[in-house]
């Protein structure tokens, strides 16, 4: 799966939304959500944190049994990895990199921060070698080489103005267990080709949900669930160093093969989030 140009349901929720009666215009909420997102692109920009990343894949059927002929071995990996993310250019797109220094507590390269040197020492050419870096990493995930989607933020950055206009969003209540003001507002893509494609270049829908404060228009929580069958949710919380809401949790899912095909649970935590200077004019590919 590639992304293409954002940038790469899923649990149940410790308590259920609860609907409400009160009634809040979907396009000022949206107008709010928009402009903190805008803000939050501006301020977490050449941030970078760790994340351990613990993936499972097991064979299934339809029916949830292991698909007869086929072994049932499950897989178990943990990563951990330097997660950065960056705005190269002002005017250009918020990227997600993930470097991965360690798989299940043995060392794969020296600790030294990789992707920060390179926007640093590198300016010219650091997003392509970046990529590189996040491709030498993906043969250490389970069942897959390319799960561009599990992506902390990729929801998140639908709500900027650019891609707004691609989506149907409506409003679905308030979460009690999140605020007395926390908005759920379903969203779906309408307009094709999708952001997100296939390696063949196919469409992808996206759709899911998003939990915006009726407020400040700060998103508490996302989640993506795309017509593939990935799905995404993250949960945002306040980190005291950076003094702005950071990404804490990501839980995914990933379908291959069909109904007898393999299934894939992801879980990552994202700790010690540190700024890093950077100045680039380097462009998105």
């Not at 215009?25 to 501006?42: K, Q």
């Not at 296939?198 to 669930?225: C, F, H, P, Y």
């Given at each position: 799966?590639?992304?293409?140009?954002?940038?790469?349901?899923?649990?149940?929720?410790?308590?259920?939304?609860?609907?409400?009666?009160?009634?809040?215009?979907?396009?000022?909420l949206?107008?709010?959500?928009?402009?903190?997102?805008?803000?939050?692109?501006?301020?977490?920009?050449?941030?970078?944190?760790?994340?351990?990343?613990?993936?499972?894949?097991?064979?299934?059927?339809?029916?949830?049994e292991?698909?007869?002929?086929?072994?049932?071995?499950?897989?178990?990996?943990?990563?951990?990895?330097?997660?950065?993310?960056?705005?190269?250019?002002?005017?250009?797109?918020?990227?997600?990199f993930?470097?991965?220094?360690?798989?299940?507590?043995?060392?794969?390269?020296?600790?030294?921060?990789?992707?920060?040197?390179?926007?640093?020492?590198?300016?010219?050419?650091?997003?392509?070698?970046?990529?590189?870096?996040?491709?030498?990493?993906?043969?250490?995930?389970?069942?897959?080489?390319?799960?561009?989607?599990?992506?902390?933020?990729?929801?998140?950055?639908?709500?900027?103005?650019?891609y707004?206009?691609?989506?149907?969003?409506?409003?679905?209540?308030?979460?009690?267990?999140?605020?007395?003001?926390?908005?759920?507002?379903?969203?779906?893509?309408?307009v094709?080709?999708?952001?997100?494609?296939?390696?063949?270049?196919?469409?992808?829908?996206?759709?899911?949900?998003?939990?915006?404060?009726?407020?400040?228009?700060?998103?508490?929580?996302?989640?993506?669930?795309?017509?593939?069958?990935?799905?995404?949710?993250?949960?945002?919380?306040?980190?005291e160093?950076?003094?702005?809401?950071?990404?804490?949790?990501?839980?995914?899912?990933?379908?291959?093969?069909?109904?007898?095909?393999?299934?894939?649970?992801?879980?990552?935590?994202?700790?010690?989030?540190?700024?890093?200077?950077?100045?680039t004019?380097?462009?998105?590919?």
């Amino acid at each position: 799966m590639k992304i293409r140009p954002v940038l790469p349901l899923v649990f149940a929720i410790a308590a259920a939304p609860v609907l409400a009666q009160t009634k809040t215009p979907v396009g000022g909420l949206l107008d709010r959500a928009s402009a903190y997102v805008c803000a939050y692109m501006r301020d977490f920009s050449t941030v970078v944190a760790e994340e351990r990343y613990v993936q499972d894949s097991r064979l299934m059927t339809g029916a949830g049994e292991v698909a007869p002929g086929r072994t049932a071995a499950p897989l178990h990996v943990e990563l951990r990895s330097d997660v950065l993310f960056v705005r190269p250019d002002p005017s250009g797109s918020w990227l997600t990199f993930r470097d991965v220094f360690s798989v299940d507590g043995r060392p794969v390269r020296d600790r030294a921060e990789r992707l920060t040197k390179l926007f640093i020492d590198h300016p010219s050419d650091a997003i392509d070698r970046a990529m590189e870096i996040v491709r030498e990493g993906y043969r250490y995930d389970v069942a897959s080489t390319d799960r561009t989607v599990a992506n902390p933020l990729l929801a998140l950055a639908f709500l900027q103005p650019v891609y707004r206009d691609r989506f149907e969003f409506k409003l679905s209540g308030i979460d009690t267990a999140l605020g007395h003001d926390v908005w759920i507002v379903k969203f779906k893509e309408r307009v094709r080709p999708t952001i997100i494609r296939t390696k063949d270049n196919r469409n992808v829908l996206a759709m899911g949900r998003l939990w915006i404060d009726g407020v400040s228009g700060s998103v508490l929580q996302t989640e993506l669930e795309a017509s593939s069958g990935d799905r995404v949710m993250t949960t945002f919380t306040f980190d005291e160093r950076l003094q702005m809401d950071v990404p804490s949790e990501m839980r995914d899912l990933a379908w291959y093969g069909g109904t007898r095909g393999i299934i894939v649970t992801g879980t990552a935590t994202y700790t010690n989030f540190r700024r890093f200077d950077v100045t680039t004019d380097a462009s998105f590919r």
